[in-house]
């Protein structure tokens, strides 16, 4: 990793996902999301910076489950970027799409923009049982009602990885466990894997370059609507199908 | 051409102060209703400021709901003003005269409520100057100009600051009559204040003129950019089907027209019913209104049909999820079928009839429809292109309003009633030097063997005219 800028990414692989959560609950500690009780789901209101969309497939008795974690794609050109009036959300020089939550009054003209909904707004003042205050991380803001938040890549972690290698005048590693965001450590099967599209030897580019070659797997998510993500997915594959398809 | 009643000056006068300088008995009561609607609206916008937008149905997906639907809705009722006002005074429409004032006051309100929307609807109101003003503050950061919002409030308060002094402009002779015809003291000190030493000297009179009519010319641009601005609000967005429409500039305004030239038939019927005009709105207005709406509504419903046109045109299956939603569910399919017919299929084929159009009870009634048609409009355009109807069907979503959004949409309504009648307690709802000089320029003449009433600005030959008139 010697350039001088970085461009994060994630690759996304459907085929390792098991739908187990880790990379939610992980998510959810790490930035200080609170917690989500039944009556948020209910109200369609919980705070998932990632989440996975389950959708079952074919017909009882015969029913599959199918997984896809949903994050921030990061976009390049991001539709909830030029919306916001008072630039809350801008994209720093880094590829991400960050959030200012002091800038932020509420408008929510992001979160409509947003083709993927992962823009979430706090309708109510966080809350945390007396128990649990002490777990949250100092790193990162506790967000007061009235703001929209999002998945920042964990870029408390990406600055802090970053200081300290400047400290000790090495180079940022690729696939650092202090540098990945919390998802991605927290994932059993490694079906996250994050990485800098700028360092031409990371693990994310030598999986797009193999990916994206006909027969790859690589796609973008929604990625007919020019958002560019930063985040690609790498397909299923369906052993089921082998028949059919040919595989 | 119009119906003639030919009153004197002191007719006038008598007639359209009676209810400035006198107390009639239903106002105060009217008045407190409202204001206690009013007063529960904002107590219902304290409460939400105190608790958090959780109040509200709003959730994710559906982030904005009734309030920015409502936003829309008084947004469109305020171009009633400018093309009443304004369109009609530069094309020398004569029956404009009696119902300019009233245009362009409920202009005023319903801009006025427009703003509540918005602002009430943000997540931290106390915040939103740093939204609205064109100012970096301390951030030393200017608002993002790439951004609708940013224009919304520059757009909107343009408009309010030009219908304000085109307002004022066209009270001042009225103060002055105000001025010289108030009991008491006090009041005529603070009418001789507004009305600005207003004397009737002819350089006056040029002035007042000319600025009306700078003022219906420089207003006009506003006219188009308003709406416009708010219609890209939604057809920004490239991610949210239904609102990504290269149509909906001119959609939005001409829809804003249908229903802010409804809103004005709407209180001719009851200017006529509450304050007793019937000898300056007369079944003509009603008919020249009613024509002028036949053809807006015509426009309009093509618009509406193009925008279905174009959005099933592609094919795509986001968008044609979408169109099956707005038409078919409950509570959206049937709310769909109620907005096509009231503010189109019921009123237009009405209008067609001399017999309605000159009737101020079927006006009133088939306006009202028409406004209860496009408020769901706006409605159908806002929420159900936020529920997401895309391919990723995990996200469908669904709202339906709080009580605390429904008392503070029922809030504006009353802000609008309330305002117009104060306002009317202080000052003329028709304007009275606009009627005089209507009534100046009327003649009868003879057109071959018909003698009829006609306006005429300069001299005609002297045979035109009818000799008993003089």
Known sequence: MAQESHKWGMVIDIDRCTGCNACVIACQSENNIPINLEAHFNQRRAIQWIRIERYWEGEFPNVKARFIPIICQHCGNAPCEPVCPVYATYHNNEGLNVQVYNRCVGTRFCANGCPYHVRFFNFWEPEWPESLKNQLNPDVTVRSRGIMEKCTFCVQRIRRATRLADRDSVELEDGDRALNPACVNSCATNGLIFGDWNDPDSQINQIKNKEMQEGGRAFGLLENLGTSPNVIYLKQVDESAEGHHGH | MLEHTQLTDKELNDELLRDILTMPKWWLPAVLFLAAIV????????????????????NRPVFWGFFIANFVFWIGISHAGIMISAILRLTQAEWRRPITRAAEVMTLFSLAAALHTPLFHVGRPWRVFYWIFPYDFSRGIWPNVKSPFVWDPSAVGTYLIASTLFVIVCLIPDLAILRDRAKNKITKFIYAQLCLGFRGTTRQWKLQIVAGILLSALVLPIFVSVHTVVSWDFAVLIGTEGWRSTIFGPYFIIGAVHSGVSAVAMLMALSVWIYGLQNYIKPDHFDAI?????????????FFFLEWVWAMFTLESPEIALRELQVGPWPWGPLFLIFVITSFVIPVPLWMFR???????????TTILVNIGMWLERFLIVIPSLMRRSHLTFDWGSYSPSLIEILIVTETFAFVALGMLLFAKAFPLVPIFDMKEGMRNRHLIKVGRRVIPATIREGLPHHYYNKEHH
Do not use: D, E, H, P
């Open chain 2, 39 to 58: 007063i529960t609206g904002y107590s219902a916008f304290g409460y939400m400021v105190f608790n958090g937008l959780g109040v509200t149905g709003l």
């Open chain 2, 355 to 365: 017999r309605f159009r000159r009737s101020a009870a079927i006006m009133f009634f």
């Open chain 2, 290 to 302: 009613a024509r002028l709406l036949i053809v807006v509504a015509t426009t309009w419903f093509f």
